[in-house]
């Protein structure tokens, strides 16, 4: 860290222009990316509608997120595996008090948060299941052969935020400044980096359901 | 240079033998020794000469040295600090103008080799005469008098790291001590002002061991500076369990819960506060309902606000937001503009397919799939 005379600094310039930067290329991409697939608009549908569009678009983002029963007889280890590294994930994110106290700066929004000895722990099984999942892309033959360099960039981008916490929170780095500039870093490029990998589906997933059930609401299917 | 050993001064003082290998003992494990040190300890300290201590003070408050004058005489600690011959210090010597300048020369020609310089206050570069003492200017003074110093310590975050003079636009270009004395034995001593038997700790090692203790990255003696506040403060277990103060008279504050929300960077702050605590150890600002400032950290003036949790970040990024939001509406409805107009193209390139295509060729049946 050259360019920072001390851990401090480096600190101060995670939480300050590092952040600022961060903050604006995500919002600014995401936007962008939205918009382009909002601004696009479906072609008009002059059939006349056998049922209502709301309603069953609501119900498909709910509907779409639960299990499939067909997809976990196929493949147990992805949905298990992956429901546990996504729970643990957003636990991590959600309820640790730090992270509140960022969400209620910038959004005025807050809620309870856990004990640390819970979040530490979830954390760990977070990084385990993200381990494993990482594991079976890179032995399963069909995954292998589907898996681009972009699969494995958005892996460690969601995973260095992840290590970096839990070595942060138990101070495994020395000095603390440079454990958490470090965190903050690693959360600023999975910021930088969201809205133009397939990190998007975090957003784009509620319209691609929303639109899924409102379209075969309109038709009167069940979907 | 008076050549009365530090025992007999002590002796002279009423301080028991007893009392004596008590604080050695305590001394031991405070710089964190094997027991089987106390003996050692006791004997180097025992026959300790006075060290000539010049005292500099720069761009500074007086507050480094109203923390050690004022708060402990009748400790052991104290009396080391008595001890020490202080033989310049323009703050505290009774002698002014030529006559103090003449005592800092004569210090500096008979202990050549021998004595500590003491620094609080950082040095302005910008304009020499921004600070002079006798109209000599800082940085001319302490290059010249740490020239033959066996050592220097440098006390107070304004002297370690440039403190408050250096914080931004630092209209003064003060620097550290360490910026300007890169080849000599030098101690940083942070803190806004540091805890008073930190200093007189460092004045017990040196005393002791004739040489500098071991020192972290930013040139903090381990022993002092090894932990932060939060691993060794007495709230850290509400932390731990979740609960906080959230705002300075709520029941969590009243209850003595974790002051994180709050602003409390101990975390990020090593220092002794929370073990040594502060006015003869009666408290510390944790125990007095206030988070800790972070003030033994570097540009910790320029670090945010002191109410605000760590966890914050520090910039404007409400304004990066504001900017991000404006150009991405911007340019996303542009780019979907233009999208539109692609798509429009190329339903209008469409050629037109009537039933008696499909009649000629039954293969062409894929359009609008």
Not at chain 1, 60 to 88: A, C, E, Q
Not at chain 2, 260 to 274: D, F, I, Q, S
Request: neutral net charge.
């Amino acid at each position: 860290m050259d360019i920072f005379n001390n851990a401090n600094d480096f600190l101060i310039w995670t939480r300050g222009t590092g952040f600022n930067i961060a903050i604006a290329i995500f919002i600014f991409g995401v936007l962008i990316r939205v918009l382009e697939i909002l601004l696009l608009g479906r072609k008009a549908d002059y059939s006349e509608p056998r049922g209502t569009q709301w309603g069953p678009g609501l119900k498909t983002i709910i509907s779409r997120s639960l299990v499939d029963k067909g997809t976990l007889n196929r493949s147990p280890f992805v949905v298990v595996v992956g429901y546990i590294w996504h729970i643990g994930f957003f636990i991590c994110l959600l309820l640790f008090v730090p992270h509140i106290e960022l969400i209620n700066a910038s959004l005025g929004i807050k809620w309870p948060g856990l004990p640390s000895p819970v979040l530490d722990a979830a954390a760990a099984v977070t990084m385990f299941s993200m381990l494993a999942i990482l594991w079976h892309r890179m032995t399963h033959p069909v995954m292998k052969f589907l898996s681009t360099y972009e699969d494995y960039l958005v892996w460690l981008l969601s995973f260095l935020p992840l290590l970096s916490g839990y070595i942060a929170y138990h101070r495994m780095i020395n000095p603390y400044p440079m454990a958490l500039g470090l965190h903050l870093l690693t959360v600023e490029l999975l910021l930088v980096v969201f809205p133009f990998t397939k990190l998007m589906h975090a957003f784009t997933l509620f319209l691609a359901r929303w639109y899924t059930g409102a379209m075969m609401g309109r038709k009167g299917v069940e979907s | 240079m008076n050549r009365q050993t530090l025992l007999e001064m002590l002796q002279q003082q009423g301080v028991t033998r007893r009392g004596f290998l008590k604080y050695c003992t305590a001394l031991t494990s405070l710089m964190a020794l094997p027991p089987s040190m106390v003996s050692a300890v006791a004997e180097a300290l025992e026959t300790a000469r006075r060290p000539s201590v010049i005292w500099l003070s720069f761009q500074e408050c007086t507050g480094c040295t109203e923390s050690l004058t004022r708060s402990y005489s009748p400790t052991i600690e104290g009396l080391i600090f008595d001890h020490i011959s202080l033989d310049y210090h323009h703050t505290l010597q009774a002698a002014s103008g030529t006559a103090a300048e003449l005592a800092r020369e004569q210090a500096m020609h008979e202990n050549k080799g021998k004595y500590l310089v003491v620094v609080d206050g950082s040095i302005p570069l910008d304009n020499p005469g921004f600070s002079t003492i006798a109209g000599i200017s800082n940085v001319a003074m302490l290059k010249e008098t740490v020239a033959n110093a066996v050592a220097v310590i440098a006390v107070g975050t304004c002297a370690a790291y440039g403190g408050l003079p250096h914080a931004a636009p630092n209209p003064t270009g003060a620097v550290s001590v360490s910026d300007l004395v890169p080849d000599k034995p030098l101690i940083n001593v942070p803190g806004c002002p540091p805890v008073p038997s930190v200093i007189t700790g460092v004045l017990a090692h040196f005393l002791t061991f004739g040489a500098i203790p071991e020192l972290d990255e930013l040139g903090r003696p381990k022993v002092f500076y090894g932990q932060s506040i939060h691993d060794r403060c007495y709230r850290r277990s509400f932390y731990d369990k979740g609960l906080f103060a959230e705002s300075f008279d709520d029941e969590g504050a009243k209850k003595g819960w974790c002051l994180y929300r709050l602003g409390c960077k101990g975390p990020m702050t090593y220092n002794a506060c929370a073990t040594l605590k502060w006015n003869q150890e009666t408290s510390w600002p944790v125990e007095s309902g206030h988070g800790c400032l972070g003030c033994s950290e570097p540009n910790f003036w320029d670090a945010g606000s002191f109410y605000k949790a760590l966890s914050i970040p520090d910039g404007d990024y409400a304004r990066a937001a504001g900017y991000a939001v404006a150009a991405g509406v911007g340019i996303g409805a542009v780019a979907g503009l233009l999208n539109k107009n692609t798509k429009a193209n190329a339903v209008a390139k469409h050629s037109s397919v009537s039933v008696d295509d499909f009649a000629v060729n039954k293969n062409n049946n894929n359009e609008g799939a």
